[in-house]
């Protein structure tokens, strides 16, 4: 840490209430955003109240100092990138905090979906709705005046806003509202007087060229906003604020008008052979009153059908261009009548579309409403080394010239030589542009800001504007002169009034140096190594030598292509209830908690930005600790970005450099634990049974003494079949299992063993229970023990591939160990066996319900009156995209499944069995275990061990895996085994 960042943290240290956090490593992490620019800040500081923000403001400008306010840092234009201090508002300052009738006051790091889902019990929204809202934050929304889909019903953020309560440059906290002229004078603060009569003086002196040179758009969001500030002799600086990017004043409430909800909406989508015709029939819709139409071009609709089956007989395979039209209502019935005249009108009488699909279904509207905002990340998965580069994304055109326009903005690319997608917000002339680049090439840059130029040139012709509703960032404000002619001078004037030192995000809004963008584009590229630098003869400095890990089995380039494949769009920082990502994010809502940060300290790394040996700091720990392996981010990213992979590579340097942590050493090597237990069964009972034996091991190991453990098991499942001699492999014809039992099962529940085994005997299954197998090592691979995983993984390979070629399938009950044997096996050893293993490795409940679709299931099952509380855990979420435990129990008579869908359980497989992790693992799974105690719901069910000792934990009720329930309604089971009370011990589990 260099000495003025060391200052800066201890000048503040004793003066705010939140986090100032100065380090390489973390600082790496807030260098950029989702735009495709890097600029390290100084310092970063996590306000917890409006005073931490009034006295950083009040340091920085005694200081000079620039301040960079950031929300959830999904800008695409690099809005909240820059070299001074980051203020970051999601941090803690994410409260509602009042709510009226029409209205809701909150603090600008609450989450817009958030704040929508609290509305929605009031019967009430807040209207504009950018593509990110589900992660952006109201601080940003109306930073950037955002608007989004629903603009034609709607408007933006702007129309929206009743009271601001901001800080100035100076440090003083002033509210902000609407005030009539005569009133300025006793406004509460001489220094909002001297800035509010000061806007009305320029305002009323630049009158002529604000009328000639605004854009003559319906939404504007280059430079300020000066429309509507100066209006029936009222100022209103809220209007001025918005969009102003923290450029003027730093927003720490906002008082916002909401509206009520739709009582109906619906959707129809129309499809074009040809983009101007869906361009022509958007000027049309715009004046039918239409709530939303969204414009998606043929790229996106054709990645869309390859990598989502919905979507696939949905979209016909020549549409060039497609239009999602809203339409909202009193009655479905009325949607629907509208909705048939809009399709008749564009598709039969102006013969414009060949094809439309018209749906009122919540179910249907969600699923197509989807496709639209998640365009962006869709593009993400496109293979190689180009990518869509936001830079030219944000465009408005007046909506009659769009159709022009589009044809222009062809001519454009096909001249550079470039594709591009296209989405647009059609009907109010709203486009966003992704050039396909690469980004690490040079010359890509060049065409890019050539790209640029040319079409700003076309916009400025037809009177559109650099940006429609994400602002101008780092990516269009150099371009803003150009657009604003003599009026842009009036923006430095206006600048200079709020912000006479020129603190406030320097560079966005108004040029403070002349330089070009693409000076500050993030570097992507693995450095060069020591022998590799072509001028390495002629340095007396050595090259930055490049993190050499490449523990699982993927090559350096791969490595870095995974890292930059994350663009950073932020979506893993949703609290979305149609995703689980992430659940460690969810409950502990820091950037460096969030996936995104293991990308942009991998990426940081392999380009050069940090030295290796940042990997082995116990900052990086912190970071690394925050992910618990659970694959929800690689599932529901909608890039497709492999952070699990990221996270075990820079673990396992991290542990080979600093060693384990009593936390991670009693995770990764729980199955050394649990042997010496399964050898004395009385013993290890009674000492996790005896209160003052668990204080003891929570001190000596970590390990929680208040969590709920399974008892020990008097002998192994292995060693209790091997007097049946199921340990040895059978001669019989026909389907044949090789059980893989893993920890749980084996040492400490083999009654689930024993239940799975009469199962498939039942179905007239051969078993074989191979003697030499060992645990699965899922525990020591998700806390980056790789060389302990990797010598159990190497073992098991030994033996389950031979009898994989003796035609034997394998089965685990234990969801970690299927993962383990089917995805984590391949990364840590490149072998034939390997592979051959993971193809041949099915979940028991997956392989059961494989067998009743091709009719092979005995249904001789016998009624089983309960009702069961059924939770998919994480890991066979990763695995599948159906519940197969859930078909299984459908299948038994009398019992009512009721899905549980509240996220992860939080015990993360060993993560919330130790003392620091307990606490936070039981935080996370809440909402889980409060669904489990609804009391219409008997027994809870699940194929996870742990998410088991996670609900029993809290939940007050029993937990059972869907085989022991198969197993008891074939009538296979123990009869004098009570599956359905839970324990009456209070540090064991059922």
């Known amino acids: 840490m260099d000495l003025e960042r060391e200052r800066i943290r201890a000048d503040l240290r004793g003066v705010l209430a939140g986090e100032i956090c100065c380090d390489d490593t973390f ?17 970063v500081v996590r306000p917890r109240r409006t005073a931490d923000v009034a006295a950083t403001v009040q340091y920085a400008a005694d200081n000079q100092i620039p301040i960079h306010a950031r929300g959830a840092g ?35 790091g609450v989450v817009l979906a958030n704040l929508n889902r ?59 509202k609407p005030t009539h002229l005569d009133r300025v004078a006793h406004l509460e603060s001489p220094e909002l007087v001297r800035i509010t009569s000061g806007v009305s003086e320029l305002i009323n002196s630049h009158a002529d060229d604000i009328a000639n040179h605004l854009p003559k758009t319906f939404s504007q969001g280059s430079g300020y906003q000066l429309t509507g500030t100066l ?43 040809r983009l101007d015709n869906a361009a022509k029939a958007a000027v049309l819709l715009s004046r039918v009153g239409i709530s939303a139409c969204d414009l ?82 869709i593009l993400y998965r496109l293979k190689g080394n180009t990518r869509p580069l ?91 002169p150009r657009q604003y002619g003599p009026l842009y001078d009036l923006f430095g004037r206006i600048k200079r009034l709020f912000d006479p030192a020129g603190i406030f995000n320097p560079g966005k809004k108004v040029l403070s140096s002349t330089f070009s963008p693409m000076e500050l584009v993030r570097p992507v590229e693995i450095v060069p190594r020591d022998e590799d630098s072509p001028d390495n003869e002629n340095s007396d400095k050595p090259s930055p030598k490049p993190i050499e890990l490449q523990v699982l089995n993927w090559s350096p380039e791969e490595m870095a292509n995974a890292a930059r494949s994350c663009h950073g769009c932020g979506r893993c920082r949703t609290y979305g209830s149609d995703s689980r990502m992430c659940p460690v994010f ?8 969030s996936p995104r940060a293991k990308a942009n300290l991998l990426r940081g790394v392999l380009s050069g930005q940090l030295p290796p040996e940042n990997l082995e700091k116990e900052e990086t720990r912190e970071i690394l600790n925050t992910c ?74 970590g390990l929680a003494k208040q969590r709920k453990l399974p008892k020990v098991a008097n002998r192994s499942f292995i060693k209790q079949v091997a007097r049946k001699g199921l340990t040895t492999a059978t001669r019989r014809s026909g389907r044949k299992v090789l059980y893989f039992v893993d920890l749980y099962a084996n040492m400490f529940d083999t009654q689930l063993a024993h239940a799975f085994i009469n199962v498939l005997d039942h179905n007239r299954i051969a078993v074989f229970v191979h003697p030499k197998q060992q645990v699965s090592g899922m525990a020591a691979i998700s806390q980056g023990a790789v060389t302990m995983a990797a010598r159990l993984a190497h073992r098991n390979i030994q033996a389950l591939a031979e009898a994989v070629r003796q035609g034997y399938t394998i089965v685990a009950t234990e969801p970690s160990a299927v993962m383990a044997l089917t995805h984590e096996y391949r990364n840590l050893l490149d072998t034939d066996d390997a592979r051959i293993v993971a193809e041949n490795t099915r979940e028991a409940c997956e392989y059961l319900w494989d067998l009743h679709h091709h009719g092979g299931l005995e249904l001789d099952l016998k009624p089983v009156n309960l009702s069961v509380g059924f939770h998919v855990p994480c890991h066979l979420r990763a695995l599948h995209k159906e519940s197969y435990g859930q078909r299984i129990l459908q299948l038994i008579p009398g019992l009512s499944v009721r899905p549980i869908e509240k996220g992860c359980s939080g015990m993360a497989g060993t993560f919330g069995l130790t003392r620091n992790n307990f606490r936070s693992s039981l935080r996370i799974g809440w909402d889980l275990i409060v669904a489990m105690r609804n009391k219409h719901i008997e027994i809870g069910s699940t194929e996870c061990s742990a998410c088991k000792m996670q609900i029993e934990q809290a939940g007050n009720k029993a937990v059972v895996h869907p085989i022991k329930l198969l197993a008891k309604s074939y009538g296979v089971l123990d009869q004098d085994t009570d599956l359905f009370s839970p324990s009456s011990h209070e540090l064991f589990i059922s």
Request: net charge negative.
């Open 628 to 701: 618990f392996h659970c694959h929800q981010c690689r599932i529901d990213c909608p890039s497709n970005v492999d952070i699990p992979n990221m996270v075990l590579e820079m673990k396992a340097r991290l542990i080979d450099s600093a060693g384990l942590t009593q936390d991670s050493a009693l995770q990764a090597k729980i199955h050394r634990w649990a042997l010496w237990a399964n050898r004395f069964p009385r013993l290890a009972n009674w000492v996790l049974g005896n209160r003052g034996m668990r204080w003891l091991l929570e001190r000596l190991i």
């Open 118 to 176: 609290y509305l929605a019990q009031r019967d009430q929204i807040f209207g504009p709705d950018p593509a990110t809202r589900s992660v952006t934050t109201m601080g940003g929304v109306i930073a950037r005046n955002a608007s989004g889909s629903h603009w034609p019903q709607h408007g933006s953020a702007s129309d929206h806003i009743l009271e601001l309560q901001a800080v100035l440059s100076s440090g003083e906290v002033v509210t902000i």
């Open 586 to 593: 969810r409950f502990d809502s820091r950037e460096d908690a």
């Open 74 to 108: 999904t800008g695409m234009a690099g809005e909240s990138l820059g070299q001074g201090i980051v203020i970051d508002f999601a941090h803690s300052m994410r409260r509602i905090l009042e709510t009226g009738d029409d209205w809701v006051r909150v603090q600008p």
């Open 390 to 480: 936001p830079f030219v994304e944000d465009m408005s055109v007046p909506p009659a010239q769009l159709p022009k326009f589009l044809t222009k903005l062809q001519d454009v690319l096909k001249r550079n030589e470039t594709i591009a997608s296209i989405f647009a917000h059609a009907a109010h002339g709203n486009l966003h542009v992704r050039p396909l680049l690469n980004m690490a090439n040079p010359d890509d840059l060049a065409k890019l800001e050539r790209i640029a130029d040319e079409i700003y040139t076309e916009l400025f012709q037809l009177g559109g504007s650099l940006s429609g509703e994400s602002g101008d960032g780092i990516s269009r404000t150099p371009y803003l």
């Open 27 to 43: 600082l790496e992490l807030y260098s950029t955003d989702a735009s495709i620019f890097q600029i390290k800040p100084l310092a």
């Open 231 to 273: 209006e029936n002799d009222q100022v209103d600086l809220c209007k001025l604020l918005a969009g102003s990017e923290g450029t003027l004043a730093l927003i720490t409430q906002a008082k916002l008008r909401t509206s009520p909800r739709s009582n109906a909406r619906g959707l129809v989508l129309l499809f074009f052979e």
């Open 296 to 377: 998606l071009d043929r790229r996106t609709l054709a990645i869309a059908r390859e990598t989502d089956q919905r979507y696939s007989h949905l979209i016909p395979e020549n549409t060039e261009a497609m239009l999602l039209v809203e339409y909202s209502g009193d009655s479905q019935t009325i949607v629907h009548e509208e909705l048939e005249k809009i399709a008749d009108q564009i598709r039969r009488r102006r013969k414009l579309a060949f094809h439309s699909l018209i749906s009122t279904s919540p179910k249907e509207v969600g699923i197509y409403w989807e496709l639209a905002r998640r365009m962006t990340p």
